[in-house]
């Protein structure tokens, strides 16, 4: 049973657009929430997180917002750049972030030209 | 650079085996984090091991086996491997810094079980 979902495996964005990625999850004691970019032949690089007590994080073009009661989170990336096509992983975590974290199957950002 | 190290890039190896995966954590880092990515099931956590203690333990099967020595650097050992064993796997730390419980990733050991 799948805890963290990326229903987008693909998604498709023009240069300077918005991208927006989401994740769902279905394990209410998940009180911290990460996202990772991952290179191919490389491995996940930390971007943001946010904590289940908070409803939105935001550093430099990247904004993480979180709806608990709706069990979703989403990463918005403003403006997007040819350097952020990449796959773009959601995780979570039950204690705190100190533990080890579940993540989503993956979203894979191409941003056009 | 993420600061976490991870020795070998890649390990050939045959059915019945066993191998070990090393990992050096980020200079400060107490807890070491093992995950397997196979193309099927994801990113999948393993084990943690926090300042030479097993702390949590995810999807480990019971061949694979993993340790924290005392100068922080941890091992996964994997034994009797088998075909569906082959897969990338990664070495996470945390704990330094600012930011205590975002895990930092290790370029990963590629394993091909032949």
Known sequence: DQQVKQNSPSLSVQEGRISILNCDYTNSMFDYFLWYKKYPAEGPTFLISISSIKDKNEDGRFTVFLNKSAKHLSLHIVPSQPGDSAVYFCAASEGGGADGLTFGKGTHLIIQP | ?114
């Open chain 2, 1 to 114: 650079d993420s600061g976490v190290t991870q020795t070998p890039k890649h390990l050939i190896t045959a059915t019945g085996q066993r191998v070990t995966l090393r990992c050096s954590p980020r200079s400060g880092d107490l807890s070491v984090y093992w995950y397997q990515q196979s193309l099927d099931q994801g990113l999948q956590f393993l084990i943690q091991y926090y300042n030479g203690e097993e702390r949590a333990k995810g999807n480990i099967l019971e061949r694979f086996s993993a340790q924290q020595f005392p100068d922080l650097h941890s091992e996964l050992n994997l034994s009797s491997l088998e075909l569906g064993d082959s897969a990338l796997y990664f070495c996470a730390s945390s704990g330094a810094g600012s930011r205590p419980y975002e895990q930092y990733f290790g370029p990963g050991t590629r394993l091909t079980v032949t």
